[in-house]
């Protein structure tokens, strides 16, 4: 069963490129959502900032993406744990496409 989430916004953060360990090739990229959603019958404005990792073939797919862009996610959410011991969503991108 695929329990994909979409999300749309602007790319706030200059994408960054790296290797995993594995040698796999890697796109961290953050992204920013605003929308304005109706709430138990009142507009409420959804805001949030989300990081997005790209991987494998994916990144080549995405070389072109750049600060401000706007682009459309679909992917997965996972837990991530940050060398300070926090923890974090982090959205792992199967496909991208970019908006106009």
């Known amino acids: ?15 960054a490129r790296s290797e995993s360990p594995a040698g796999i090739p ?18 409420r404005q959804c805001y949030v900032r989300l990081q997005v990792v790209c991987s494998g073939d994916l ?11 706007m682009v459309r996610v679909q992917g997965f959410l996972n837990r991530h744990q940050q060398r300070n011991g926090q923890a974090k969503l982090v959205l792992h991108a199967q496909h991208i496409e970019q908006i106009r």
């Open 1 to 15: 069963m695929d329990n994909l989430l979409v999300c749309a916004g602007q790319i706030c953060r200059q994408p």
């Open 26 to 43: 890697q796109l961290s990229l953050v992204l920013e959502h605003r929308s304005q959603q109706q709430e138990a019958g009142l507009n």
């Open 59 to 69: 990144v080549q797919q995405t070389q072109h993406l750049l600060l401000g862009d």
